[in-house]
């Protein structure tokens, strides 16, 4: 099984991760276990996993741009901020983006571009 940062994590959680962790290597193409993971690989600061699950679900179903939107927000957690703007760009594209996460995603989007022009410097 996989080891987390101690500082980031608890016995139950780390517990809960491993269980999550399981479940996907068992049934990798189950949209349920690959999200599940990604929200208690995200709880317990592993950004890279919840990413490589999230990633995955778009594999299977790429019309969910909650799930861009949610990649975007890791993306800009580790400062990758190119492919935090990709995704969020490709969520706001879609027709059937909530209002609530379209205001949430042009937001994240302001941001992100700050840090990047930033990041250039």
């Not at 599940?36 to 709880?43: F, I, L, S």
């Not at 592993?46 to 790429?62: F, K, V």
């Amino acid at each position: 099984m996989r080891s987390l940062r101690p500082e980031r994590v608890t016995c139950a959680l780390q517990v809960e991760y491993n269980a999550a962790f399981q479940k996907m290597l068992d049934d990798p193409a189950n949209m349920t276990a690959l999200v599940q993971y990604a929200n208690v690989a995200t709880r317990a600061g592993d950004y890279e996993g919840a990413i490589s699950a999230l990633e995955r679900t778009l594999l299977i179903n790429p019309d969910m741009p909650s799930v861009q939107i949610e990649l975007a927000v890791l993306y800009y957690k580790l400062r990758s901020y190119t492919m935090s703007n990709a995704y969020l760009q490709s969520a706001l594209r879609a027709p059937s983006l909530a209002s609530d996460l379209r205001e949430a995603a042009e937001q994240l989007g302001a941001k992100s571009q700050k840090q990047q022009r930033n990041s250039a410097f």
